[in-house]
Antibody
Framework: EVQLVESGGGLVQPGGSLRLSCAASRFAFSSYYMHWVRQVPGKGLVWVSRINIDGSGTTYADSVKGRFTISRDNAKNTLYLQMNSLRAEDTAVYYC???????WGQGTLVTVSS | QAVVTQEPSLTVSPGGTVTLTCGSSTGAVTSGHYPYWFQQKPGQAPRTLIYETNNKHSWTPARFSASLLGGKAALTLSGAQPEDDAEYYCFLSYSGVVVFGGGTKLTVL
């Protein structure tokens, strides 16, 4: 069974940093673009960022551009999201996903609060 | 940034047919927007139903189909089942930037 497992979420103060990870197993990780998507509980899905197969190309939503960095390690089958200068409005469940293959992780909650 | 629009809510009777749509503020939706459709139930992660306009995954029930219709992406559910009661999201891609629609709450009643 394919698994995408996010980790690294938690409580952080405004202005702080967190690094999310997404570990893939039984999945051709290095063959797919990967994405981060976030969702405030009870609200809709919001796309955050995308990275291409070899990590040489990235795109970001305007709301996180310059603060968040997506990266990947294909040798470790792991996707990352470095989140800096966090704001209260970044509070959400963060999902990693491979849209074309159809797989999503279960999400990790990030809470930005003093 | 483009805005992707979906019906906020729809209701379908069990066994009935309903079409959900996904529009773009920039004009007609084309295959070049790579429309995707997702289903999400409370407390669960989203599940991908349709990728790149009309392609199904192995787990996508046959009663779901997708197309481009009237300048929008469309998801049609034929023969609705109680388990189809859920939130449905589409997204469109704009030169690598993905924008989700606000979601459609589909009630099977």
């Amino acid at each position: 069974e394919v698994q995408l497992v996010e980790s690294g979420g938690g409580l952080v103060q405004p202005g702080g940093s967190l690094r999310l990870s997404c570990a893939a197993s039984r999945f051709a990780f290095s063959s797919y673009y990967m994405h981060w998507v976030r969702q405030v509980p009870g609200k809709g899905l919001v796309w955050v960022s995308r990275i291409n197969i070899d990590g040489s190309g990235t795109t970001y939503a305007d709301s996180v551009k310059g603060r968040f960095t997506i990266s990947r390690d294909n040798a470790k089958n792991t996707l990352y999201l470095q989140m800096n200068s966090l704001r209260a409005e970044d509070t959400a469940v963060y999902y990693c996903a491979s849209f074309k293959s159809g797989y999503w992780g279960q999400g990790t909650l990030v809470t930005v609060s003093s | 940034q483009a805005v992707v629009t979906q019906e906020p809510s729809l209701t379908v009777s069990p066994g009935g047919t309903v079409t959900l749509t996904c529009g773009s503020s920039t004009g007609a939706v084309t295959s070049g927007h790579y429309p995707y459709w997702f289903q999400q139930k409370p407390g669960q992660a989203p599940r991908t139903l349709i990728y790149e306009t009309n392609n199904k995954h192995s787990w996508t029930p046959a009663r779901f189909s997708a197309s481009l219709l009237g300048g929008k992406a469309a998801l049609t559910l034929s023969g609705a089942q109680p388990e189809d009661d859920a939130e449905y999201y589409c997204f469109l891609s704009y030169s690598g930037v993905v924008v989700f629609g606000g979601g459609t709450k589909l009630t099977v009643l």
